[in-house]
């Protein structure tokens, strides 16, 4: 398995793109259900208590489709966490299915214009699904990195997790989206290592691991992440966002 793996990087794009169609295919089944994206933007902690904006931008890991409970969604969690300190002001931007160019296009001027303490990009997994050029990926997200970052505040990057582990997919193509994934997630960490003021969300090991070994962290649709995956991804991620804290306090 794993010389297959490594061999995925020099599969013919034709044949890359009918493995990409077979994965869209996939992703619109008519035996399950399917669900609207979500805005969790809110406001949260007692209005006394100094304010922090936080500011979403991505693609359905923001939006959630499939959580029943807005405050389950891994960036209400972390809002929530916080407001014992801060009057939290979390507004989002995210559009379901969104890659990268299209945070340039339509997300990233308003998020700027925000100018938020912490911005949180969650974007890529699209990418990975929908073209096999990680290097135009890293590029955009420098972009996108670079314009937050002179926003003023500090900027948390996802990144993106394995993708081989969302249960709807055919078992073949798994193991294309797992070294795929591996590949935009790669890109993502290097970006935040260029940025002072940006911090790289691990989504690797042990959270892979979890969602490899338990579908019922997946909704309904078996695609997208559910309530109690949504938890996981807070638990990752809030390390990273109080960090991001600290360092957009310094600035």
């Keep these: 398995m ?9 599969i013919p794009a034709a044949v890359m793109g009918v493995l990409i169609a077979q994965v869209l295919r996939t ?3 008519s035996d399950l259900p399917s669900f609207p994206n979500q805005d969790p933007s809110g406001t949260f902690g007692h209005p006394d208590l100094p304010p922090l904006r936080i500011a979403t931008l991505g693609d359905s890991s923001i939006t959630a489709p499939g959580v029943e409970d807005l405050d389950n969604t891994w960036v209400r969690r972390i809002a ?7 009057r939290v002001e979390l507004i989002s931007v995210a ?19 925000l100018a ?6 969650a974007v890529g997994a699209n990418d990975a699904i929908r073209t096999a050029s990680a290097e ?6 420098r972009r996108i990195v670079s314009d937050l970052e002179k926003a003023g505040g500090a900027v948390v990057i996802l990144g993106v997790g394995d993708l081989g582990s969302i249960p709807r997919l055919p078992p073949m193509l798994r193991p294309v989206l797992t070294r795929q994934a591996a590949r935009f997630n790669d890109a993502a ?15 690797s090991g042990p959270i892979s691991t979890a969602f490899w070994e338990d579908p019922g962290l997946f909704a309904g649709d078996q695609f997208h992440v559910g309530d109690e995956g949504h938890g996981i991804f807070a638990a990752q991620a809030l390390p990273a966002v109080r960090a991001a804290l600290a360092i957009t306090r310094e600035r």
Excluded: C, M, N, W
């Excluded at 929530?80 to 801060?86: K, Q, T």
């Excluded at 938020?116 to 990009?121: E, G, L, N």
């Design 2 to 10: 794993r010389r297959a793996l490594a061999a995925l990087p020099a």
């Design 27 to 29: 992703a619109h089944r």
């Design 80 to 86: 929530i966490a916080l407001s014992d300190a801060y």
């Design 95 to 113: 559009v379901g299915g969104a890659k990268a160019r299209d945070v340039i296009e339509g997300q990233l001027s308003e998020a700027v214009r």
């Design 116 to 121: 938020p303490d912490i911005a949180i990009v």
């Design 136 to 141: 135009r990926y890293r590029t955009e997200l």
């Design 189 to 203: 960490r290097a970006v935040a290592a260029e940025f002072r003021f940006a911090i790289k969300v691990p989504t």
